[in-house]
């Protein structure tokens, strides 16, 4: 279990109202790949980057002009696969 059940639903909502003011497919928007995406860069790279991990997927899928699950998954995994191995330390 994740920590994003109990405030999903707002999540959701916010995630709506957010997404109908810049013109995006609110179903687009997978809370549970942005996070484990952003929570992997923060806990084996650095937490700084995780924000901009999230993104530069983002443009990533805006530069493919497609917003499917399987694009989404396979440019995520390209992503972590850049980060460092989980037992490696970080040099913050």
Do not use: C
Not at 35 to 64: D, N, Q, W
Request: hydrophobic share 45%.
């Amino acid at each position: 279990m994740t920590d994003l059940h109990y405030p999903k639903q707002r999540w959701i909502d916010w995630i709506e109202r957010a997404s109908a003011a810049v013109d995006v497919d609110p179903a687009a928007v997978d809370i549970v790949d942005l996070h484990h995406l952003s929570k992997e860069v923060a806990h084996r790279f650095e937490r700084p980057m995780a924000p901009v991990s999230t993104f530069i997927l983002g443009l990533a899928l805006g530069a493919a002009g497609d917003s499917g699950a399987g694009l989404r998954t396979d440019l995520l995994d390209r992503i972590l696969d850049t980060l460092p191995a989980e037992s490696e330390p970080s040099e913050n």
